[in-house]
């Protein structure tokens, strides 16, 4: 059963542009979302979350957006860069939750 | 490094052998957990662990599949009598018992197993 749901695999974006990333969840329960980067090879980095509390956290050139209603949340890059290319990962976990809850992830290109 | 240590990172086995990945926690985190990632798919949960304790198996396969985390030492991921379905990216995930601000998990590089 997969409750979160990354229904882009792939996106490429010309470099400067923004890259917009969609995840949507179907646990009403989710109350952590998190976004992370992974390069090939290494482990997932985490890069920014957001709690149901708010509907917006930004950190540089990366912003979160979350919508609880129609359950979606999607991540903002602006401007991209071609270090920015990687595979995006969306995670939810529930309050008293311990573990995350994985998208398959999107794999963005940043073209130069 | 302070960080999520996993050993060895890759590993080749033939059909019906054992695989062991080992995995050290941050320093100062207790909580550790094992994610399987198959190819082309995301991160599937397998195993939450304390020290000495089992917190939940549910994504575990059921048979030939087994983890510890004792008192001293890394915690262990088994595989028995491996198949070639096993091949995949394992990661090793630690956790601080409140997980911080941002809820995260910090993952170490992960162990690549090939079944032959």
């Known amino acids: 059963d997969q409750q979160v749901k990354q229904n882009s695999p792939s996106l490429s974006v010309q470099e400067g542009r923004i890259s917009i990333l969609n995840c949507d969840y179907t646990n009403s329960m989710f109350d952590y979302f998190l976004w992370y980067k992974k390069y090939p090879a290494e482990g997932p980095t985490f890069l920014i979350s957001i709690s149901s509390i708010k509907d917006k956290n930004e950190d540089g050139r990366f912003t979160v957006f979350l919508n609880k209603s129609a359950k979606h949340l999607s991540l903002h890059i602006v401007p991209s860069q071609p270090g920015d290319s990687a595979v995006y990962f969306c995670?939810?976990?529930?309050?008293?939750?311990?573990?995350?809850?994985f998208g398959a992830g999107t794999t963005v290109t940043v073209r130069a | 490094n302070a960080g999520v240590m996993q050993n060895p990172r890759h590993l080749v086995r033939r059909r019906g052998q054992e695989a062991r990945l080992r995995c050290s926690p941050m320093k100062g985190h207790s909580h550790v957990y094992w994610y399987r990632q198959l190819p082309e798919e995301g991160l599937k949960f397998m195993v939450y662990l304390q020290k000495e304790n089992i917190i939940d198996e549910s994504g575990m396969p059921k048979e030939r599949f087994s983890a510890e985390f004792p008192k001293e030492g890394p915690s262990i991921l088994r595989i028995q009598q491996v198949v070639r379905g096993d091949s995949a990216a394992y990661f090793c995930a630690s956790s601080s018992l409140d997980r911080g601000n941002t809820g995260e998990l910090f993952f170490g590089e992960g162990s690549r197993l090939t079944v032959l």
């Open positions: 995670a939810a976990s529930g309050r008293n939750d311990y573990k995350l809850s």
